[in-house]
Every structure is written in structure tokens, then in C-alpha cells.
């Protein structure tokens, strides 16, 4: 456990001259500020704009997610050709200290960004219950780990003009999914887990619950295997690389 906080301490370290950490502070802030700026040309009640708010997050967060990762995976890249995680005694844990940062910084920025909302929907007199902005925080973040496990493998394969354009076709698609379209296929198109599952959260707490007990059901097992084999895979992959053909 010590070797590991180790990893994760000096990966941390190397970020902390990049926007990595920046990003995600300022991009969640952002996206509260324009919505907000959005909620005054709209009228609406604050559960349809709480939905919609939801749904344009979480069709982002595909393309956010490749905009960091690919921070984090070229600045490897630049540090010392990978070194730092191919040269290491473990490299299971070099990898995990990766994925982790990655994935506490996303929690972080998933805060800023419902707990902001939740705010102003606050001043406006509709907040949410106490607990609800936790439990949508956490949907919206942990939806999203076959994503991280997916651009992290990216990044380091292939570099950050893929991860970046991947995580933008996967934010597109993952908005077709939303639609009649997607009913039948976003089980097992998992940049979309995040959209699908937040929005049935919040269609429950409307007292919805006609045919979402059977999706949430099927939904929630698809996850579990994507996200289990994304990270077997990466992490399995990760033990036979070698870096990059340009950084070798």
C-alpha cells in the first residue's frame, strides 16, 4: 500500500505544472456558469432544467475525459520515453496510480459540478433533497470508469490526437444514444452509461419507475462486465508494452 501511494504521490507531482489539475476545477465551473447563463433565456421548472443539465453533462464527459487523460499519458510520454511507469518494479501499480489519479480528479470535478448546480437551483428555491446531489455525483462518476480504463490504454498507445478524437465521436454518439435509437443498444455502448443512468436516477425521484426497474437491471450488469474487462484488458496489455514506436 506504501509503494502504491508512493506511485500515486509521484504522478501527481509530475501533473503539477500542466492544466490537469486546473482543468478540473475550471471546466465544471464553467459549465455550471454557461448553463446558468442558459437558465435566463429559458423558463422552465427546476427538474427539467436539473435533467437537462444532467444530460449535457454527462454526454461531455466523454470527450473531458479524453482531453485529461491525454495530459496525463503525454506528459509520461514526456517523462523520461515512460520510464517512470515501464521501468518501475510494478508496473500493475504504476498503471493503478494512473487510473486512480485519473479517477479521483473526475470526482472532484463531478462535485464542483453538481454540487455547483445544486447551488444555484438552491438560491432559486428547488434544490434537491439533501442526499441526492451524493448519489448523482457518484452515478455520473462511477458510470464512466470503462471510459478511463478505455482512454488510458488510448493515450498511451497511440497518443493524445486519438484519445481526444475518441472521446469526441464517443460524447456525439453517446447524445444519438439518448434517443429511440439507443434503446435498444446503450447496454453495451458504455460512453453512454453515464447519460442513461443519471437520467433514470432522476426520472425515480420523480416517482417514474414504469419499465426503468428492467433497464436499470440489465444496465447495471452490462456495466459490471464492461468495466471488469476494460480493466483486465488494460491491465494485461499494460504488462507487454513496450512505449510507443516513436518513444522506443
Not at 237 to 243: L, N, T, V
Request: proline share 2%; hydrophobic share 50%; with cysteine.
Amino acid at each position: 500500500m506504501k509503494e502504491f501511494y508512493r506511485f500515486l504521490k509521484s504522478s501527481g507531482y509530475r501533473m503539477r505544472h500542466s492544466l490537469f489539475f486546473a482543468s478540473h476545477i475550471l471546466i465544471p465551473a464553467l459549465g455550471v456558469f454557461l448553463y446558468v447563463a442558459y437558465i435566463g433565456l429559458r423558463s422552465a421548472g427546476g427538474w427539467e432544467h436539473l435533467t437537462s443539465y444532467v444530460t449535457l453533462l454527462a454526454m461531455a464527459y466523454p470527450a473531458v475525459t479524453g482531453i485529461v487523460t491525454a495530459m496525463l499519458t503525454d506528459r509520461e510520454a514526456k517523462a523520461g520515453r515512460m520510464q517512470n511507469l515501464l521501468a518501475v518494479p510494478s508496473r500493475a501499480k504504476g498503471l493503478g496510480a494512473e487510473l486512480v489519479l485519473l479517477l479521483l480528479s473526475g470526482l472532484l470535478a463531478m462535485a464542483i459540478a453538481v454540487f455547483g448546480f445544486q447551488a444555484v437551483l438552491c438560491l432559486q428555491g428547488e434544490g434537491l433533497g439533501a442526499g441526492d446531489p451524493f448519489l448523482l455525483t457518484l452515478v455520473l462518476w462511477a458510470s464512466n470508469l470503462p471510459v478511463y480504463a478505455e482512454h488510458l490504454f488510448l493515450g498511451l498507445k497511440f497518443g493524445e490526437g486519438v484519445t481526444i478524437g475518441a472521446g469526441v465521436a464517443e460524447s456525439v454518439v453517446s447524445a444519438v444514444m439518448l434517443t429511440g435509437l439507443g434503446d435498444g443498444v446503450w447496454y453495451v455502448w458504455w460512453p453512454s452509461y453515464g447519460m442513461r443512468f443519471s437520467t433514470m436516477l432522476l426520472a425515480l425521484r420523480q416517482g417514474m419507475y414504469e419499465h426503468l426497474t428492467g433497464q436499470i437491471r440489465l444496465g447495471g450488469v452490462c456495466y459490471l462486465v464492461v468495466s471488469v474487462l476494460f480493466l483486465v484488458m488494460t491491465f494485461l496489455w499494460f504488462q507487454k508494452f513496450e512505449g510507443r514506436r516513436e518513444e522506443a
